[in-house]
């Protein structure tokens, strides 16, 4: 399990004890530190022992996220928020998901089972816009484009083509291109252009516990946007097939609208590239 941190101290306090009494279903739990000054690394260290603490090498949601991927020695990989928003119960369906031959579950607070103690109104439409413009670029049906809350195996980690962590920092000090927050609307935009298996996991999500959210409505509907027509055009120059894996369950595959490619219509469930190796793992290691 990957847990980012930038001054999550007291949240820390809570979620990581939770987390623990999740086991044998987490077995490795890496929190990635973004140069807190609050005593984060302390307290996680405190809080659960055995705990593995990973500096990450730029700045950015997205390059902690995958400093944690790089760091990660399981099959399994589960994204987890630090602020308490996401409940560590819910780690048992995604790793059910994945058993069951899902090459990415995925998060839904708008599927059944599924639903938010924080989401504003005005996030929700923006969420409902966002899927929609989603759903017709990639032919998926997604119920919940913007939810970090997410599973995979780590084998699909090649085709996510992340930014190396070993890179040094931008040359003008910004960010590359995956190492920010867009991190969550790119793996959900890769995944589906890679074909694969896609299932949508019921998940309940909290309100956050202590300090203040990073969110912004406007400009984080912006960024989502010019994700999708970044990654729609990375897709158009990839020889990879078009997508075919989708989310379950989930409305119909939505028409494009004039101007873009038609994208074909997909089934409710997508088989597991004939490449992957057998991912048979004890149980008290599903889940990292």
């Known amino acids: 399990m990957i847990v980012p941190t930038r001054n999550e101290a007291r949240n820390l306090e809570v979620v990581l004890p939770a987390v623990a009494a999740v086991r044998p279903a987490v077995y490795e739990v890496i929190v990635v530190d973004g140069d807190s000054k609050d005593g984060t690394v302390e307290t996680a ?78 996030r929700k439409g923006g969420n409902a816009g966002l899927n ?21 195996w780590a084998d699909i980690l090649p085709l996510l083509e992340l930014p190396a962590v070993d890179m040094p920092p931008h040359p003008d000090g910004g960010m590359y291109w995956g190492d920010g927050f867009e991190i969550e609307t790119v793996l ?39 994700t999708l027509a970044a990654e729609r055009r990375r897709a158009g120059r990839d020889d990879r097939p078009a997508a075919t894996g989708t989310a379950v369950p989930g409305p119909a595959a939505v028409v494009p609208p004039a101007g873009h490619p038609a994208v074909p219509a997909t089934p409710a469930t997508a088989p597991v590239p004939p490449a992957v190796p057998d991912r048979a793992v004890p149980a008290a290691q599903q889940q990292e």
Do not use: H
């Open 45 to 122: 260290r405190r809080v659960l022992p055995g705990v593995r603490i990973v500096r990450q090498t730029r700045k950015g949601k997205g390059n902690a996220m995958a400093c944690g991927f790089a760091a990660a020695t399981g099959d399994a990989i589960v994204m987890f928020d630090a602020d308490g928003s996401a409940d560590p119960q819910e780690i048992p369906r995604f790793v059910a998901a994945l058993v069951e031959g899902a090459d990415f579950a995925k998060g839904s607070r708008f599927t059944k089972g599924g639903g938010s103690d924080d989401i504003t109104l005005l």
């Open 132 to 152: 929609l413009i989603a759903n017709t670029l990639f032919g998926t049906r997604y119920s919940d484009l913007c939810y970090g809350y997410n599973a995979f």
């Open 188 to 226: 959900n935009c890769r995944v589906a252009a890679a074909a694969l298996s896609i299932t949508e996991v019921p998940s309940v999500e909290k309100e956050r516990m202590f300090g203040e959210t990073n969110l912004r409505t406007f400009a984080d509907g912006t960024r989502v946007l010019r």
